[in-house]
């Protein structure tokens, strides 16, 4: 069965420029959560799907980042414009719903140049 | 507060038993977690213990709670080389299993042969 898969595994942009980062789910996983590691910081907790729907978005920093799950399956992560300080490692998690244990992926390198 | 707080690194010698600690300030949560995050890898649940657990022992992995101090050690017996990868330690905010974590900055563990 294939894990979380994230996609870009990096991506270098400049400032000012747009990204879009994609998460896939292990299939049948309700549950969707992005999470963000800054510069070797602490990992954030970012938003929270249960199917296409925003349960917890209190971590997202400002407007600038727009989550979406259309169809309750894959989700998008889309930062514009990105700001030097968004660069880092952005994660998605899955889990089935009643359960604790969240999946990871391997991560979404950004880096805002 | 939601502060958890990790030693950055810790470096031991093939066979010598490894101590990571993690103190935190939330006392509500159900759940406390240790996270391993291998180069190049994703976030892998290593184990967890239920808050009113004062120890779980799992193969080479034993890990501590003192819920007084709010104080959760993770200590692998006959450390190898495999073992080098982050510990990130993480809580549950609230008592909810929401799947909403709570991460420390992680403790780079070094293996040397």
């Known amino acids: 069965e294939a894990g979380v898969t994230q996609f870009p595994s990096h991506s270098v942009i400049e400032k000012g420029q747009t990204v879009t980062l994609r998460c896939d789910p292990i299939?049948?996983?309700?549950?969707l959560y992005w999470y963000r590691r800054v510069m070797g910081k602490e990992i954030k907790f970012l938003l929270h799907f249960v199917k296409e729907s925003k349960q917890d978005e209190s971590g997202m920093p400002n407007n600038r980042f727009l989550a979406e799950r259309t169809g309750g399956t894959y989700s998008t992560l889309k930062v514009q414009p990105a700001e030097l300080e968004d660069s880092g490692v952005y994660f998605c998690?899955?889990?089935?719903?009643?359960?604790?244990?969240?999946?990871f992926g391997e991560g979404s390198r950004l880096t805002v140049l | 507060g939601e502060d958890v707080e990790q030693s950055l690194f810790l470096s031991v010698r093939e066979g010598d038993s490894s101590v990571i600690n993690c103190t935190y300030t939330?006392?509500?949560?159900?759940?406390l977690y240790w996270y391993k995050q291998e180069p190049g890898a994703g976030l892998q649940l290593l184990t967890y213990?239920?808050?009113?657990?004062d120890m779980k022992q799992d193969q080479r992995l034993t890990v501590l709670l003192n819920k007084k101090d709010k104080h959760l050690s993770l200590r692998i017996a006959d450390t190898q080389t495999g073992d080098s990868a982050i510990y990130f330690c993480?809580?549950?905010?609230?008592?909810?299993?929401?799947?909403?974590?709570?991460f420390g900055q992680g403790t780079t563990l070094q293996v040397k042969p």
């Open positions: 998690a899955s889990s089935q719903v009643g359960t604790g244990e969240l999946f």
């Open positions: 939330d006392s509500s949560s159900t759940y």
């Open positions: 299939s049948g996983h309700d549950n």
């Open positions: 213990i239920f808050s009113n657990m």
């Open positions: 993480a809580h549950e905010w609230g008592s909810s299993n929401t799947g909403k974590l709570i």
